[in-house]
Every structure is written in C-alpha cells, then in structure tokens.
C-alpha cells in the first residue's frame, strides 16, 4: 500500500539540534570507514607504522570535529537523518494504518488524493509563494496522521464493544442483588456480593464511555474529511498560507480535544439504574444486529 508515502511527502526538515546521531553518522559511513580501515591496513602491510599512526590521528581528529560541522550536517547528516527519519514515520505509519477498518484504509486512500490535488491547486495559486507555503502544507500530514490515529481509536473501541456480553453481566446482576438481600451485613458473601455488583457498574460504565468515544471520534473523522474537501474549494481563491495554516490548526485543536474526551473518567451509574440500561443495550444490540 503507498498511503505511507503519501502521508509523509511534505514533512519538514528538522533543525540541526533534533537529536540526531551526528557521531554515528560521521564514523558509521562507508567513506570514514573504507579511508580508517584502509590507512591502518595499509601501514601494516607495508611495515611503515607511520601511516597507521596518521590515519588513527586523522581519525581522531574526524570524529572531534565531524559531528559540531554545520556544513556537513547541512550537507550530509541533517538529510541522512530525515531519510531514516521518513523510513521510521512510513513503517509506523503502515502498521497503524492495519490497525485500522477497511472502510477507514478506503477513506484515508481519497484523503491522500485529495491533499495531492490541494497541493497542486495551491502550487497554481499565483497569491501564494513556494516559500511560505511548504510549512503550511507541511500540516496536511499531520492531518493525514491525525486521522488514521482516530481511526484506530474507533476501530478498537468498535471491536471492544463486542466483547461485552450483556445478557451474562444482567443474570450475574440479578444473582448478587439477590445475595445482597439474603445475607446481613458483614457477611462475607454480602461483601462479595457487593463487590461483584459494583465491578458490574463499572463494566457498563465503560461500555457508555466507548460508545460516547466512537460517536466523537467517528464525528471528528467527518469533519477531517470535509475539511480537506472544503480546502480544495478554497485554495484557489486563497489569498495568503496563512489562512490554509489557521484552518487546520483550527481542526487539529479539535482532534486534541477528541482525545482529551477519550481519557475523561467514566460517570457513576446509579444501582437502580443498572436493569434498565441491561435492557436498553441489549435492544439496541438486537437492532444492530
């Protein structure tokens, strides 16, 4: 599949001060090592140490200077590390992407069309430059990738929701509410019983807290697929980057804020409650089915 690849074309470059490797980068190539290992072979070989000796120093000298150069990192190790940089961000993002719905892979596949055809309408918009708007564009990505990451909080919270056997959680409802009049206080059962009742609270609760998170999240999916088809519309006519930049950051705050939804506590649910909602699931399980 090349949605990968796709989602990862406009990333921008990162500042020399990233965290990059530099060390490796300047020992680890085939040039350092092919002129080290070949100055000490060939002083050994041919009995002048000397050239050992030089090509050792040489090597010192290399590695204390190489890492600091800002031309070689600007030149050489500044690209090999976005290249490796890419490599990782396409497999992570290929592996979410199987993680997700095929429905969803269908959807981010015209998702990354239609940035192919935002970009090329935006490069044909004589109002904005080439310079500026690389960044702006740039964020597209970041869209692509907050998508596929709803993706995959819905497609798991979808198949979760499977997982709960109502009908069996609504006899062991009945089972210990029983036990919790039959027994006194501070019988053991009576607590267990409690126990078990208030695991099953929770149990519900969670399911609520799914639900509630697959509705925002399958809403947020919409609005991010819209939005790219609403930014095809305007780009022609759009003025400044600025004003595509200002509309995904718009969208992206949202997307963190489907995200903060996802991690809130669930709600305390009420023990008379529990019957009803047994009953209301397990219709509306029945109608989808």
């Given amino acids: 599949m090349g949605i990968a690849n796709h ?12 965290g990059a490797p530099y060390a490796r980068y300047a020992f680890w190539n085939p040039y350092n090592i092919s002129l080290f290992l070949g100055g000490v072979i060939l002083g050994v070989a041919t009995g002048h140490e000397w050239i050992s000796v030089l090509t050792c120093a040489a090597e010192v000298l290399w590695m204390i200077f190489a890492p600091d150069s800002r031309l070689l990192r600007g030149l050489w190790f500044d690209r090999l ?100 009049g039959k027994h006194a206080v501070g019988d053991p059962r009576r607590e267990v019983a409690a126990k078990n009742m208030e695991v099953l609270r929770q149990r519900r609760a969670r399911y609520e807290d799914l639900c509630r998170t697959i509705q925002v999240t399958r809403g947020q999916i919409e609005l991010i697929e819209q939005t790219f088809r609403l930014l095809g519309d305007e780009i022609m006519t759009m003025a400044s980057p600025r004003e595509l930049g200002g509309r995904i950051d718009e969208l992206r705050l949202a997307v963190d804020a489907v995200r903060e939804t996802a991690e809130e506590s669930s709600f305390p649910v009420a023990a008379d409650e529990i019957e009803d909602v047994f009953e209301e699931v397990e219709g509306n399980r029945r109608q989808v089915s």
């Fill in 7 to 18: 989602t990862s074309g406009g990333t921008k470059r990162r500042s020399v001060d990233d």
């Fill in 81 to 180: 590390f976005e290249a490796e940089k890419k490599e990782r961000d396409s497999d992570r993002r290929q592996e979410r992407i199987g993680l997700m719905a095929p429905n969803d892979s269908m959807r981010l596949s015209y998702l990354c069309g239609q940035k192919q055809v935002i970009e090329r309408l935006a490069r044909e918009n004589p109002s904005l430059t080439v310079e500026l708007l690389h960044d702006e564009l740039a964020k597209l990505d970041e869209l692509l990738d907050d998508f596929i990451e709803l993706g995959v909080t819905a497609t798991r919270a979808e198949q979760h929701t499977m997982t709960f056997d109502f009908p069996a959680m609504r006899r062991s409802w009945h089972v210990y509410q029983e036990l919790l």
